[in-house]
């Protein structure tokens, strides 16, 4: 709802109400992503989009039929050989679009959910897009409460975990449970919104490493960028993963972005330089930054002196404490993909407070 929330809330103070289809899954080569939304208004104006013109005109004849009736819809929208121009994709992708009825009796929780989207703060949507009973049933999840009830506390609490683990992510998506909210099962699909920007990963080293560790860094939602000195080796044609590469030395570009507040305690960063003159400067200005996670690429020889040649520039055991060094879990990685994997679990293990164990070694509740 990002998109339209500024008029949808205008017309929300108003007293009156709106239809808003939004983009709840998407395959193939659909045009836009999840969490993409429309609104139709009572007075047929239009807001926002959904596909980039395929389908707006079949959303906008389903939203005004939702303003009439109040019942929400799930429509899929996709394209066939022989009907490629008929309502559909003309790309050939499909979307799921879910287009509901808001105005102040079905949507109380408006208000605060757009007090926290301007003031950035962390909030998820939960909304029930496909039940026998419950659609159009939602709960507002931020990290640390909850408003509004789907009519079920099993339904509550195992939509709010989840979409948490969404939030923390910058991820929307769509929660397949059991009807009753059962872990394993279907009828119970949910649509999770979450608004917020997705945390960055900085990436410090053109090298393969780098190249896997883009790859699956922007798989698990974070927003990439590669940076190296080095222009013949940070380039966009070897990092085709990472969002963007930068042509900087790491330690003036990072410094310049918490100058600039561009990364935060959600950003993690991975040095895999393994290059005193590189890896050193970065790590005394990543280490100082308070972030999520600092993490640097070396042998235990190569760590020894990195912690040496920090304690040298004033570095705090306190602040070194901060560092994962050598990088990763243990989980024997050897190519570079594997090696992604393995600092991506271990920043996942921390984020979440775990330890890296195998869970069948482990007892009590695994998320």
């Avoid at 927003?223 to 966009?236: G, Q």
Wanted: hydrophobic share 40%; proline share 5%; charged share 25%.
């Amino acid at each position: 709802m990002r998109d339209v929330l500024d008029e949808v809330m205008r017309r929300y103070e108003a007293g009156e109400a709106v239809a808003v289809g939004t983009v709840v899954a998407t395959f193939s080569s659909a045009p836009r992503s999840a969490g993409a939304s429309m609104m139709v208004a009572t007075d047929g104006t239009v807001t926002g989009s959904v596909s980039g013109g395929c389908v707006e005109g079949a959303v906008y004849e389903v939203g005004r039929e939702v303003l009439e009736t109040g019942q929400p819809v799930l429509q899929r929208y996709g394209v066939s050989d022989d009907d490629a121009f008929a309502v559909g994709l003309t790309c050939g992708g499909i979307i799921d679009i879910y287009v509901e009825r808001i105005d102040r009796d079905s949507f109380p929780e408006l208000p605060a959910l757009a007090e926290s989207v301007h003031a950035e703060v962390p909030v998820a949507v939960a909304t029930i897009v496909a039940h026998p009973t419950l659609v159009g049933a939602r709960i507002v999840v931020w990290p640390d409460r909850v408003e509004g009830s789907t009519g079920s506390p099993r339904i509550d609490d195992a939509i709010a975990d989840d979409a948490r683990g969404l939030l923390a992510g910058g991820r929307s998506g769509t929660l397949v449970y059991g009807t009753d909210g059962e872990r394993r099962g279907e009828g119970l699909s949910v649509f999770v919104n979450s608004f917020e920007p997705p945390p960055r990963m900085l990436v410090f080293g053109a090298i393969d490493f780098a190249a896997a560790m883009a790859r699956l860094g922007t798989y698990l939602g974070y927003r990439v960028t590669v940076c190296d000195a080095r222009p013949v080796f940070a380039t966009t044609t070897r990092f085709p993963g990472a969002h963007e590469v930068v042509v900087d030395w790491p330690h003036r570009y990072l410094a310049a972005e918490l100058a600039a507040g561009r990364v935060d305690s959600r950003t993690v960063v991975t040095v895999l330089t393994h290059d005193p003159k590189f890896d050193v400067p970065v790590l005394e200005v990543a280490l100082r930054g308070k972030l999520a996670y600092v993490g640097a690429m070396g042998s235990r020889r190569t760590h020894d002196d990195r912690l040496a040649r920090l304690r040298e520039a004033g570095l705090t055991e306190s602040e070194l404490s901060a560092l994962s060094s050598p990088i990763g879990l243990d989980l024997g990685a050897r190519t570079p993909e594997e090696t992604a994997v393995s600092i991506a679990a271990e920043i996942i293990a921390l984020r979440w407070g775990r330890q890296g164990r195998r869970l069948a070694e482990l007892s009590g509740r695994i998320h």
